[in-house]
DNA sequence: CTGGCGCATTGACCCAGATCAAGAATTGCG
DNA sequence: CGCAATTCTTGATCTGGGTCAATGCGCCAG
């Protein structure tokens, strides 16, 4: 784990932990808060922090992927957060994590102190509100992923996976054109087992199987083609008007 | 559904509510959120919102049970939330309800109205601050629950609901007499179902093995006893630490 | 008391996905 | 470039929980 130092400049090349953190920031509030903020990257596969570590700050993902997950003792995992550019992590007014944070891919954090940072929660009211919208949105991706992880086939469960990673990857990048979206997958077949779960058996099967059916198409083992995203939709079992934005 | 008036002495023998959205409020927040609140009753079994459906109200449950689930077209259900006294229901700042909620129990809410119940929390910085504490606990609660539905087996899962509502159910009546915890099931075995991801057949099944071995006791069908709530916490395959409070 | 209705239990059978076991394809490194 | 370590794919087999179907148990209405 090493400490990188970016510019006033270069942070402002990456507005998104501020926007993530508080989209009605002022300009001196975000003075305030580059004044407890620090960057520090990860490596593909490095533990962040171990579930019941202290954790002395919140972050925001500036680039790569982290999972949260709980494991239980006799070494089943379960991936309960996937965080994508613009997260947030972390958890204001508690001292301990309550979950496993493990980068998936290299990964850079913009950490805020915790103390400095709650104590300018309660003097701001739309920093608490904007993180109050932000878990509210976790929280509605938690109960998709609840159903897909208690009622999908792992047919649907992939294709939920992908339709996901899709999405967020679309929403991010504005660069929808038209249909024919393609993007590298973040996962490993295991991480994504694990956010499923099934098995890494299961998962490739399956990947396969909408491979073989021209739902997608592979190229190399990570880089997906999806040529119509509708058809991926119906794919998922998900009523057709969209479902939620994760 | 009837609308009950509750006379302001009554209101005061109901205090979970007001704690539940503000620990913290003065005399005169809690005067105004008096002025924007009313009572509602459903019958077990009745629909309260349809996913989809307006809601112009939050509210805060005062007795009963409600659910919050989410429907696939072919009718797979998984329910996604449950919530028992004190717990908040509906979501500041949406319109449409995000997924159904149901009386599972006859139930009353205390509700808000909730244009002015937004318009307060912008003006008192530590209602929107509780409720982002609640909605922490809630998310994990969820991610909790996403452990359960994604790698437990059948038998762990119900010993894990078990716990869950005999652990709320404790902490509300604080009467922990020791161990031999006691309580009425509030759920039917479809509900149960519906929250554990199986079938009810596989709920039933594995409801009677448990009490073959021991570690429950039926009292007909819904009363259960809790001879032993160590044995019971090592049927559920966590931590022995004791895990989140739900 | 009796029939009907809504839950719950139990049994018999089956199948989706887990498990166990080879390999193949990439990737990385000396 | 070659060899090892990862990561992924595919096959064979097994099994936990789903499915279908019958039966039991209260409980209320007539």
Chains 1, 2 share one sequence.
Not at 8 to 30: F, N
């Amino acid at each position: 784990m090493s400490d990188m130092t970016f510019d006033h400049k270069e942070c402002g090349s990456c507005p998104i932990r501020h926007r993530a953190v508080c989209a009605r920031c002022e300009a001196d509030e975000l003075e305030e808060l580059d004044a407890i903020k620090y960057y520090r990257s990860y490596e593909a596969g490095q533990p962040i922090v171990w579930s019941g570590d202290r954790m002395d700050f919140v972050a925001s993902v500036v680039t790569g992927v982290a999972s949260l997950s709980q494991a239980m003792e006799d070494g089943r995992t379960q991936m309960v957060g996937l965080l994508l550019p613009s997260d947030f992590l972390g958890r204001p007014g508690r001292d301990a994590a309550p979950y496993d944070v493990v980068a998936v891919s290299n990964l850079t954090l913009c950490c805020f102190r915790r103390k400095p940072f709650e104590q300018m929660m309660l003097r701001t009211p739309h920093v608490s509100q904007r993180l109050l919208e932000m878990t509210l949105d976790e929280l509605d991706a938690a109960r998709e992923w609840m159903l897909i992880l208690g009622r999908k086939t792992a047919r649907e469960k992939i294709a939920s996976l992908l339709a996901i990673i899709a999405r967020r990857e679309a929403s991010l990048e504005l660069t929808t054109a038209g249909d024919g979206m393609d993007f590298e997958l973040p996962l490993t077949r295991e991480a994504m087992a694990d956010y499923l779960g099934l098995t890494l058996e299961t998962v490739s099967r399956q990947i396969s199987a909408l491979k073989r059916d021209g739902v997608i198409t592979l190229e190399g083992k990570r880089k997906v083609v999806i040529p119509d995203f509708d058809r991926l939709q119906i794919e998922t079992g998900d009523d057709t008007d969209g479902g939620l934005m994760i």
